[in-house]
């Protein structure tokens, strides 16, 4: 099978970082939580930038002001969500609005959630390619040791479904709802730890050290 890197002049790919959360029960941004040599978003946007996509998406609202002064967005198109109280949904609609009309896939990157690898999300775009545009899979998750888990990936034909999507889990409806359109790639290992409570900070900086 061809590499992505070979594929790349026939799919022009995309990555949504979203990163609008509110924080309510951590109490602070946890996008700027300290994290190896910066703040967790840094690390997101690190592996966002190793990825090879075409476009990154970055998409903002809670403590967006602190993030832009904090967090080095080089190489990102920063959307800001006036909506993100709304859920998850809101940013997601606001990051493919931004997208380049000519997008055939996007795959999608939780900012708190450090743990994923860029070689994983290139291979579930590769996975996605394998098929043809119409016919072929629509969507693209992780199939992780203990269940399914982000990032998710997305062809061009998926957009609108995406885009007109509301609240927060919507999207895990949107994978039931196309069930016959998902294709899944093994992934060792658990699903990679996000960050909602002190708790999950605390682990996900356990982590961190334990594979240094």
């Given at each position: ?5 070979e ?6 790919t995309?990555g ?21 040599d ?5 690390a997101?946007l ?6 090879g996509?075409?476009q ?15 967090v080095?967005?080089?190489g990102?198109e ?20 931004a997208l ?5 896939a996007?795959?999608l990157l939780?900012?708190?959630q450090?743990g ?8 579930l ?16 998750v992780?199939?992780y040791?203990?269940g ?16 007109a999507?509301?609240g ?11 069930a016959?359109?998902?294709?899944e790639l093994?992934?060792?290992?658990p ?10 900070y605390r ?10």
């Open positions: 099978m061809p590499s992505l890197s594929r790349a002049p026939a799919h022009r995309a949504l970082v979203l990163a609008a959360g509110v924080s309510r029960r951590l109490g602070r941004p946890k996008q700027l939580l300290p994290y190896g910066g703040v967790l978003l840094d997101v690190a592996t966002a930038r190793d990825c996509f075409d990154t998406v970055l998409a903002l609202g809670g403590a967006a002001g602190e993030v832009q002064r904090a080095d967005t080089t990102c920063v959307v800001l969500n006036p909506d993100f109280g709304g859920g998850c949904s809101s940013s997601i609609a606001a990051g493919i609005a380049r009309p000519d997008t055939d996007v795959v939780l900012g708190d450090p994923v690898r860029a070689a994983t999300a290139r291979a775009l590769e996975l996605l390619f394998t098929g043809a545009p119409d016919t072929g899979p629509g969507i693209a992780c199939r040791d203990d399914i888990g982000h990032p998710l990936a997305f062809t061009r034909r998926m957009l609108p479904e995406l885009a999507l509301h927060d889990k919507a999207v895990w409806k949107l994978l039931e709802r196309r016959g359109d998902v294709v093994p992934v060792p290992g699903v990679p730890l996000d960050v909602d409570t002190e708790e999950d682990r996900v900086l356990a982590g961190l050290e334990g594979a240094l």
